[in-house]
C-alpha cells in the first residue's frame, strides 16, 4: 500500500484519535457480534505498546445527527474492556472542553472511547468545523475503520486533512489482501456474485468481468439472468430494466474468455416461506406460479467443483435466502467449498455472505473475511475509498 500505516510513525506519548468501525449489531444494550471490536484490537494494541494516549472513534447505527440512547456506544467501551483487560474510559461527547480536559487525564498506553460521532449533523455532512474540533483532540490521526472508509464523514476523511493521517493494522490488511486480489490475482480466478439485486451488483460484476476467470452468478439476481438467456423464471426475482445489461454482461464475458457460470437447477417455491412448498426443477422448468428461492444441488455441485479447480475466488452475495433453512443449501455448499479447497485463497466480502460463512460455523476455514460490507464492494467495484485517500502517502 502507498499508504503510510502506524508503524511510519511516531507514537511515544502523542495523543492519537483513531477512527475504528465499532457498527456492532446489539440487542437489550449488549453486544450480539463482537467481530468488529476483535479486529481492531490488533491496532489498539500497538497503539498502547508504543506509549500512545489512544482515543477510539465510531459510529453505530445511523441516529441522523441527534442522541439516540440506544445508540450510546456505552456497551461497546464495556466489551472492549473485557477483551483488552484493561480499563476503556468513555465520554459522554465526541468533542469539546470536557472531552479535552478528560483526555488530559490520559496515561501513556491508556484508552478512552468517545461517544457516537454520528450523534453530530457535522459528521456524515463532513463538516470542516467538525473535522476541526476532532482533530484537535490530537496529535496524529488512525484510521482503522476500513467498514467506513467508503463514507467521506468528518470523523473518516475531513480530519485527515489537519493532522498527520495513517492507517491502522486493520485497514491496511484489508486494502492489502483486497488489492492484490484485484491488481495481482493467482490464477484462476473465480468471483462468485450473489445477492438480491443486479443494480447493487452492476458495478462489482463490470470490474471483475476486466480481471476474472471465472464469474459465478447466484442468489435473487440469477433470475434476471436465467431471463435473459430466454428461460422462463416464473414469480422469481426480476429486474425487468437489467435484462438487456444482464445480456451485455453475458456477452462481454464471451469476448473476454471469461466463463460465466449461472444456475442449472433450482429449489422453488410456492411462496416466499420458510413453510412454503419446494421441489427441485432444472432451470428451463420453473414453474409460472412458483419461485426460485436458492440454487438447486446440481448448481452447487457444479459451483463447488469450479471453487476447488481456483486458486483464489473472491465471494459477495449468498446464493439463495439463506436466514430460511430450506434455502440456505446452495449458500452452505459454496461455504463448504471454500472451506474444503485447501489450496483456494477464499476472501469474503463483508454484508451477507460473511454472516453466512458465521452461520454455519465456517469462518475459520476462509482465509480473509472482510469487515467491511459497502467497503468492500465499492473496492471491487474500482472506486477510490475517501477514507484511504485523505490518508498520508509514504
Ligand atoms: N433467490 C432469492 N430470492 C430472493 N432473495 C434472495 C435470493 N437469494 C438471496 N436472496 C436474499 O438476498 C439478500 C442478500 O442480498 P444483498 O444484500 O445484495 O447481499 P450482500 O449483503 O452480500 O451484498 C439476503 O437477505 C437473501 O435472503
Ligand atoms: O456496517 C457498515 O456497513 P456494511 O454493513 O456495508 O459493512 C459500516 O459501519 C458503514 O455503516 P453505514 O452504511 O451506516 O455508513
Known sequence: MNKKSVKDVDLKGKRVFCRVDFNVPMKDGQVTDETRIRAA???????????????????????????????????????????????????????????????????????LLLENVRFYPGEEKNDSELAKAFAELADVYVNDAFGAAHRAHASTEGIAHHLPAVSGLLMEKELDVLGKALSNPERPFTAIIGGAKVKDKIGVIENLLEKVDNLIIGGGLAYTFVKAQGHEIGQSLLEEDKIDLAKSFIQKAEEKGVKFYMPIDAVVADEFSETANTKVVSIEEIPSDWQSLDIGPKTAELYSGVIKESKLVIWNGPMGVFEMEKFAGGTKAVAEALAESQGTYSVIGGGDSAAAVEKFNLADKMSHISTGGGASLEFMEGKALPGVVALNDK
Open 41 to 111: 484490537l490488533p491496532t489498539i494494541q500497538y497503539l498502547m505498546d508504543q506509549g500512545a494516549k489512544v482515543i477510539l472513534a465510531s459510529h453505530l447505527g445511523r441516529p441522523k445527527g441527534s442522541v439516540v440512547e440506544e445508540m450510546r456506544l456505552t456497551p461497546v467501551a464495556k466489551r472492549l474492556s473485557e477483551l483488552l483487560g484493561k480499563d476503556v474510559q468513555k465520554t459522554d461527547e465526541a468533542y469539546g472542553e470536557s472531552v479535552k480536559s478528560q483526555i488530559g487525564t490520559l496515561n501513556e498506553g491508556e484508552v
